[in-house]
């Protein structure tokens, strides 16, 4: 059973869903999700609330501001604080809904907002369990790989360029997604990328194919496993896909080293995109498992 929900962020309207489980008696547990890098709900995370819902679950899924259902300007701005703090305006507005068991939330986050799943679980105590999907681990480190040296001149430049033109008033600089013409500028430009996304965005025609510039300098200063060993004593599932070359297989398995118990690793065949598809039933199974054994025991149904 699935509804839409909105809920007020600092003054900026996010919308989403709300799916709660079949013939539900009393409170359920919650699940808090959001998507990564530039993408919205519609992007599989609703098979993923299905799976969850199915199991005794109530999910709470929303897009970040700025993107698809949700309020916000600039369109296609990513700011990782924002997006965190709209994690914890998620949970506060999850704890006001009679459906949901306060005491019993959890959140999941995949790529960017696996990130942020690290850093909230940190930070807010609320939270009773966390997934953390293929999670971004270190902005400088990924912008290392991702951009060869001999651009990085002219990328800091035009930030550069950017800042001081929104100083003067005009409006954000923007850039491709994907790239529109072979070799031409792009955030995602690897062959397994645009294949997720121009496949993904058949789900979702509220999807954009460009972001704000800045959100790509915001992204290069982010650090969320800073926060992964202040995780503990919740409790933390990292999955992590074996041959990532988006944020990083080794940069993850160093990361979940750092964190405490209690912890767990799931990695699965394939590279960052793999859970949404081609190992949606591992990576979906996986985060069903960890929320029941931690949120509702008595009561879930894997």
Avoid at 21 to 49: C, I, N, Q
Avoid at 59 to 66: E, G, T, Y
Avoid at 130 to 156: D, E, M, N
Avoid at 159 to 183: Q, S, W
Wanted: charged residues 25%; proline residues 9%; hydrophobic residues 40%.
């Amino acid at each position: 059973m699935r509804r839409d929900i909105e809920f007020n962020a600092e003054r900026t309207v996010l919308r989403g869903w709300l799916y709660l489980p079949e013939r539900a008696a009393g409170r359920v547990p919650g699940v808090v999700m959001a998507h990564g890098f530039t993408a919205v709900k519609e992007m599989y995370l609703d098979r993923y609330a299905e799976v969850f819902a199915a199991a005794g679950l109530g999910v709470l899924v929303f897009d970040h501001r700025n993107f698809g259902a949700s309020d916000g300007e600039p369109r296609g701005e990513i700011d990782p604080w924002a997006q965190v703090r709209d994690y914890r305006h998620a949970i506060s507005f999850a704890r006001t809904l009679p459906e949901i068991d306060p005491r019993r939330i959890g959140i999941w986050g995949t790529s960017y907002s696996g990130g942020h799943a690290l850093v909230v679980g940190a930070l807010d105590r609320r939270v009773r369990c966390v997934v953390s999907q293929v999670p971004a681990i270190s902005g400088y480190q990924a912008s290392l790989r991702r951009v060869p040296a001999p651009q990085v001149p002219a990328l800091l430049a035009a930030f550069a360029d950017d800042r001081e033109r929104r100083f003067r008033g005009a409006p954000p600089a923007m850039r491709p997604v994907l790239p529109r013409e072979p070799g031409g500028p792009a955030v995602f430009p690897g062959e397994d990328a645009i294949a997720f996304f121009r496949t993904a965005a058949e789900r979702a025609p509220s999807w954009r194919d460009e972001i704000t510039l800045r959100s790509v300098e915001m992204a290069r200063e982010y650090e969320p496993a800073v926060y992964i060993s202040r995780v503990s004593p919740t409790p933390l599932l990292v999955i992590a896909a074996t041959d990532d070359n988006l944020t990083g297989t080794d940069l993850t398995l160093e990361a979940y080293e750092r964190a405490l118990q209690p912890k767990r690793l799931v990695l699965i065949p394939g590279g960052h995109f793999a859970p949404y598809v081609e190992e949606f039933s591992a990576s979906s199974g996986a985060a069903r498992d960890w929320f029941c054994s931690h949120l509702a025991p008595e009561r879930c149904n894997p």
